[in-house]
Nanobody, 120 residues
Framework: VQLQASGGGLVQAGGSLRLSCAAS????????GGWYRQAPGKQRELVAA???????DYTDSVKGRFTISKDNAVNTLYLQMNSLKPEDTAVYYC???????????????WGQGTLVTVSS
């Protein structure tokens, strides 16, 4: 199983991007997931999380601007990013807990990073 992150790029402040994290391989579903980011010289931080029950949580700096979601029909986790700011510039990583089987078990995977650059 692999997670393929995509959708990063260069955008002007105020713009939008949608990041995708597609799971390939034999999986039953994406159970939960999260998006992290790491800016140069900073530690990786959790930006958005989606629980198995569907609840979401966001770091304060992105609340009201970012939305995490998933589509199990295409085994993909998304991060919609609106009203982007220069301080959102970072490499974004996806993490997903997937269910594989039978026998059905949970497995944790990371995608490669995708770079988001927001110009002022």
């Amino acid at each position: 199983v692999q997670l393929q992150a995509s959708g990063g790029g260069l955008v002007q402040a105020g713009g939008s991007l949608r990041l995708s994290c597609a799971a390939s391989g034999s999986i039953f579903s994406i159970n939960a997931g999260g998006w992290y980011r790491q800016a140069p010289g900073k530690q990786r931080e959790l930006v958005a999380a989606l629980s198995s029950g569907g609840s979401t949580d966001y770091t304060d700096s992105v609340k009201g601007r970012f939305t995490i979601s998933k589509d199990n029909a295409v085994n993909t986790l998304y991060l919609q990013m609106n009203s982007l700011k220069p301080e959102d510039t970072a490499v974004y990583y996806c993490n997903a807990e997937v269910i594989r089987g039978p026998p059905f078990r949970r497995y944790d995977y990371w995608g490669q990073g995708t770079l988001v650059t927001v110009s002022s």
